[in-house]
């Protein structure tokens, strides 16, 4: 299949073409807070907003085989990797998409394990709505052990922060998180 470049608009076989990859989405590893991030939220936050469209989950593999991945490839210390709220929503979950192009022999993904029990839409939302509206997240993987957490962004480090508690009373160590921007 041949498509247009959602960057530049040129023929490409991939939604965002080679050239745009290679300028557009080097990571720039940076790691605050416990937090580790490969993109600065303003240079990439028209391709995260993709994850409400059907074919966002294209997007979504190019930008974790540009980050993720290679990442994973590097990383040589066991552990599972817990994808924040990996609800299928349009087809696909976009933090499943990030958490499996990190497999391999020393990290295995823990899909369907930790998931909000709100409904509420936080996209957008200000802090203080955010803070009324808990994600009263719920753990429904495996205790006494290590994990990276993933999400897609972090704004207010709220959901991350929520995340942690709730898998702290399952003994289950968060060594770090990990998230496409910041």
Do not use: W
């Not at 087809?91 to 899909?111: D, E, Q």
């Not at 909000?116 to 839409?121: A, E, I, V």
Request: aromatic fraction near 14%; hydrophobic fraction near 40%.
């Amino acid at each position: 299949m041949i498509f247009r470049c959602i960057i530049c608009n040129n023929f490409s076989f991939e939604i965002i073409c080679k050239e745009c990859q290679k300028e557009f989405l080097k990571p720039e590893i940076k790691f605050k807070d416990n937090i580790l991030s490969f993109y600065n939220y303003e240079e990439i936050s028209f391709l995260i907003r993709y994850k409400y469209e059907k074919f966002g989950s294209s997007v979504f593999n190019i930008l974790a085989k540009n980050s993720f991945k290679i990442f994973a490839k590097e990383f040589k210390q066991k552990a599972f990797i817990i994808p924040i709220d990996d609800k299928i929503d349009k087809g696909f979950s976009h933090t499943a998409i990030l958490v499996n192009s990190m497999k391999t022999k020393y990290l295995t993904p823990l899909f369907s394990t930790l998931h909000s029990q709100n409904n509420f839409k936080y996209a957008g939302k200000s802090l203080e709505e955010r803070l009324k509206n808990k994600r009263n997240f719920k753990y429904k993987g495996p205790k006494n052990i290590d994990v990276i957490l993933v999400d897609d962004i972090v704004a207010t480090g709220l959901t991350l922060k929520e995340a942690k508690e709730t898998l702290k009373k399952y003994n289950v160590n968060v060594m770090f998180s990990m998230v496409l921007a910041r």
